[in-house]
């Protein structure tokens, strides 16, 4: 047999539109998070709420009153509604406060009959101009609830609102349809190629590749057999990693087996790799590097700095101002020095929104200067902001989305910091009885404007009998949302020491929870798929993005050809041009 040479070619698709959009279900993080001169539409026309646009321009007004959470003066009761147990919610609408202070959070609450408020989201508002509030619910029992927003403002003011349910087939057949389309991310309408650098569109995870195959001559191939093999994953879906890979054969087996990208739970912090104070040691850390460079694992650095005075060497929380900043200068410049060019990415500063410790000790630029040196020690690494509690409990205020999104704008417009490639990291320590997907998806949404890589980086789900069915939720949500670009999961076998998220028994065996991350490697990747070329020697299939090797032969001829080529994202249409030397 004889290898023909055979090309890739991009090709440029001619691409119509409906003022709908190809697909609009509720990944709307087009929708701007600024302050507009005037509200726009409700989403979904209003929903169960239809409270969209009224003619007379007018809007409804809160009056000064105490909310039952002690948080907030102000609460505005919008509607009563029935929910439906099982079901999902989203919630939108268009809010302005006035009589005040500038600027001031509102946020949804819905009250059931018991007096229980579950919180579904929050923004930043302003006087004299228009805020997106975005939220949802999953309900969780069949009742009526009032739907509440409250803040700290003197009187709130609100317009379109929107209220959508959704069944949980529904929600989840629009995730597995979304992975399959292309989605439209603005609301632009726009016809054919002479526009389309202005279209903003993600094919989430799949690409339609074509592959053309002919003879020599230029003829037709009619019948050819074309076989596909996907090689490596597009989609970053790996494990944190722990110091016993180092010595547990079994662990290591089971660790590369299914797993292409990872962070270290705890080997590359501060107190792990400098335990006294001018001695460090990366031995461990060091090891477990050469582990996942040994077996093609990408790493993601976690991390140089932890914001908590708790989880600081126990020598450095006590330094004073500048000792300590001499000290975690040596501190970054060491460990992102001995890791440039090994790593996929860097946890900066961990989890600056819940604490400070840096900042009380060197001002409230901490977090800016410590980003600003290591982008200028290392300017092609990919920095992380990482918090908890973004997208997985609605109730704790300080980290939501918005605030993440104020934090992490104030890290980039620090002198200096122009250039530097930021990424937004979400921890996912899920621990509420059933996970609000609804609420999940809104902060999505919200962090999905600033158009920077999201990640959730540390998803693990507390224990309990729906323990699995939760964790798939929560990684089929996160994994079909066009802004994700990955997702690393903290679990693994109990004799790793993962006892929160057992993913395998000491056998190695896969727990409830470990099937269902197995399931989902599977389903989430193209594995081997066989294809016919038909008369014009065309055939067409849906691929999901990674690396793949094509093997094409002919039953008619003793000749055959083979290509690797990639699928990404980032190409509109790819067409594979094979050609037989025969």
């Known amino acids: ?78 509607k009563t509604v029935k929910l439906e147990k099982g079901n999902l919610y989203t919630f939108s609408a268009w809010v302005q406060i006035s009589n005040g202070s500038e600027s001031e959070t509102v946020a949804v609450a819905f009250k059931a009959s018991n007096g229980e408020l579950v919180h579904g989201g929050e923004t930043m508002a302003k006087q004299g101009c228009w805020s997106l509030l975005k939220g949802g619910i999953g309900a969780e029992f069949t009742g009526v609830v009032e739907i509440l927003l409250m803040s700290k403002a003197m009187e709130i003011r609100v317009d379109n609102v929107s209220l959508q349910p959704f069944t949980a087939k529904e929600w989840r057949s629009h995730q597995d349809k979304s992975i399959d389309k292309v989605i439209r991310i603005n609301r632009v309408v726009f016809i054919a190629v002479v526009y389309l650098s202005l279209v903003n569109l993600i094919q989430v995870r799949k690409k339609k590749v074509s592959f053309k195959v002919t003879y020599a001559n230029g003829t037709a191939a009619d019948g050819a057999l074309i076989l596909i093999l996907q090689t490596k994953s597009g989609f970053p879906f790996g494990c944190g990693m722990n110091h016993y890979i180092v010595t547990d054969e079994a662990y290591r087996q089971w660790f590369a087996s299914r797993f292409k990208v990872t962070s270290f739970t705890n080997e590359m912090k501060w107190y792990s790799t400098e335990k006294t104070r001018g001695v460090e040691n990366y031995t461990v850390a060091d090891a477990m590097v050469n582990f996942a460079e040994q077996n093609g694992i990408s790493i993601r650095g976690h991390n140089v700095f932890w914001d908590n005075r708790v989880m600081q060497p126990k020598w450095v929380k006590e330094l004073p101002p500048a000792e300590l900043m001499k000290a975690a200068t040596r501190r970054l410049n060491s460990v992102v020095s001995r890791y440039a060019g090994r790593l996929i990415g860097w946890d900066v500063m961990n989890e600056n929104l819940h604490f400070r410790f840096f900042e009380d000790k060197l001002g409230e630029n901490a977090s800016s200067m410590f980003y600003s040196m290591a982008y200028h020690l290392d300017p092609s690494m990919t920095l992380f902001m990482n918090e908890y509690n973004t997208i997985e409990n609605s109730k704790d205020h300080t980290a939501t989305a918005c605030k993440y999104k104020e934090e992490l704008e104030k890290i980039l417009s620090f002198p200096g910091n122009a250039g530097l490639k930021a990424a937004i990291g979400l921890e996912g320590h899920f621990r509420d009885p059933k996970p609000n997907i609804a609420f999940m998806r809104s902060a999505l949404d919200i962090l999905g404007t600033m158009g920077l890589p999201i990640w959730l980086t540390e998803v693990d789900v507390g224990g309990g009998p729906d323990q699995a069915h939760n964790l798939e939720d929560i990684l089929r949500e996160g994994y079909s949302h066009p802004a994700v670009e990955g997702i690393i999961i903290f679990g693994g076998p109990i004799a790793a020491g993962f006892k929160c998220m057992t993913l395998a028994n000491y056998d190695f065996e896969p727990t409830p929870v470990g099937e269902v991350v197995d399931k989902l490697i599977n389903e989430w990747k193209s594995g081997r798929r066989q294809v016919r070329t038909d008369s014009r020697g065309m055939s067409e299939i849906l691929l999901f993005h990674g690396d793949y090797r094509v093997k094409v032969s002919h039953p008619l001829i003793n000749s055959s050809m083979s290509i690797n080529f990639k699928v990404t994202k980032e190409t509109e249409n790819i067409t594979v041009l094979l050609q037989f030397d025969a």
């Open 1 to 78: 047999m004889k290898i023909a040479e055979a090309s890739v070619l991009l090709a440029t698709c001619i691409l119509l539109f409906s003022g709908h959009g190809v697909f609009s279900f509720s990944y709307d993080y087009s929708a701007t998070m600024e302050c507009l001169a005037a509200p726009k539409r409700a989403q979904y026309g209003g929903g169960m709420i239809g409270f969209n646009q009224r003619t007379n321009g007018s809007t409804l007004s809160s009056e000064l009153g105490v909310s039952n959470d002690g948080l907030h003066n102000t609460t505005l009761s919008l």
